[in-house]
């Protein structure tokens, strides 16, 4: 068993980092967090360029829910940011419905949680943003503290924790 946090800012190559830790791993279950919007040629474009990288022994499965997974394995789960963007939507949060704020941190510590818990070996990018500024609107500091909360949750109880920069990884733990 091994949990591998991989960090990184915006197309630091976190993802390519993350893919080389499993090479040579013939079954992995890739666990994508994000689905191509369909009207968003651009965004459809860069989830092609990471299906096209990944090995075709692999097996792909989009969901939101990615905790509900973390059994067998190997699994590499990309991304922990657009998962909790989705979350963030899917409860609510966005349109400060009654009742959100509960809804996340229940998804969010449903993913922490089997993460800490599972038998499997996991790798999972997320996107460092602690090094910004501080976001101009609510919406956006509160997506940067969620994630940052969450990220902070999943280093504590890693095997290991890298940070990449220019394509160049820097293993932290």
Known sequence: MSRVLVLGGG???KSAHAESLLAGVEQVTYVATSTPAPDDDEWAARIGAHRARRPTSWTTVETTAPSTLLRGGP???DSVTTWVAA????TGVWRDEPGAAERLAGRCDALVNAWAMTPAHVVAVSDEVGLGVIPETRSGRLFRDTLGAVNQRLAGTADEVWFVVAGLPQ???
């Open 87 to 90: 979350l963030m939507d899917e």
């Open 11 to 13: 197309r630091s190559g």
């Open 171 to 173: 293993r932290l733990r």
């Open 75 to 77: 699994f590499l789960v």
